[in-house]
């Protein structure tokens, strides 16, 4: 089974971790805790090129573990293709996974944050806090199989016993093929940017609340007609989104 944890720092992930992984082992359960943070603080410093050998050699070692051992992955898991690439870990052994969300108000995470000596600057919280890609809002297999809310009681006994129950059943895999994925990158990116073009069109011209509604909802059309395509170009959807607005 492959426990997927995903929260902002100091949400209590790696508290969480430990706590989990004591009874669970306590339920004659080989598991183990990895996360990138093993790997990063095995430099002395951190650099921005050591990330991608983190990066790696975290999932060679998930990869690894998963074989034989239940693996809590104690990370941030900001993104959901952070979240979908260890599923896809999952995938390649056929076990079962489950998200597991935690979550405590802005404040609470700010103020445990000083409490650890603000390594993480409090502003880069309030920012991940803003832009947090919620588990489960856009795709199904991203779904948290748990929410848990860190200011409150958490009861381990029966987040065990689900968890449990879960790594019984048959894993199903809500991942598309590769081909969907790769659809849901390009839509992605022609989401953002669309919105970016938009943006700028709006601040490059005066117009009124109307017009502005109006273009909004030329972006909306758009971006419904290109989920229905097959395969997409992002240039030529961008540049065909562009004759659009100049059309207009
Ligand atoms: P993370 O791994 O998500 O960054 P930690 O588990 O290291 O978070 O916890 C961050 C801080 O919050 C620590 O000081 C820890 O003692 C405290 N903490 C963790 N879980 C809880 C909880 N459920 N209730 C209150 N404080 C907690
Ligand atoms: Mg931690």
């Known amino acids: 089974m492959l426990i997927i944890l995903t929260g902002l720092p100091g949400v209590g992930k790696s508290t969480f971790s430990k706590n989990l992984a004591k009874v669970l082992s306590k339920n004659n359960i080989d598991i183990i805790i990895l996360g990138s943070d093993l790997i990063r603080e095995s430099f002395p410093i951190w650099k921005e090129k050591y990330e991608e050998f983190i990066r790696k050699t975290t999932h060679n070692l998930i990869d690894n573990a998963l074989k034989n051992y239940w693996v809590i992955v104690d990370d941030t898991n900001y993104y959901n293709s952070m979240r979908r690439d260890l599923i896809n870990i999952a995938k390649k052994y056929n076990k079962n996974y489950a998200i597991i969300y935690l979550k405590a108000p802005l404040d609470v995470l700010i103020k445990r944050n000083i409490e650890r000596g603000e390594k993480i600057p409090n502003e880069v919280i309030k920012k991940m806090y803003e832009k947090f890609d919620e588990p489960g809002k856009k795709y199904k297999w991203d779904e948290p199989f748990l929410i848990i809310d860190t200011t409150k009681d958490i009861d381990l006994e029966n987040i065990a016993k689900k968890l449990i129950e879960k790594s019984k059943e048959i894993p199903k895999f ?11 990158n390009i839509f992605d990116k022609i989401d953002k940017e669309t919105r970016k073009i938009v943006s700028e069109y709006i601040k490059s011209c005066k117009f009124s609340k109307d017009k502005i509604k109006d273009i909004i ?20 959807a961008l540049k065909e989104f562009k004759n659009i607005l100049d059309n207009y």
């Open 217 to 236: 909802e030329l972006r909306k059309e758009f971006l419904r007609k290109i989920k229905k395509i097959e395969d997409i170009d992002v240039d030529n």
């Open 174 to 184: 809500y991942i598309e093929d590769e081909n969907k994925n790769k659809n849901d």
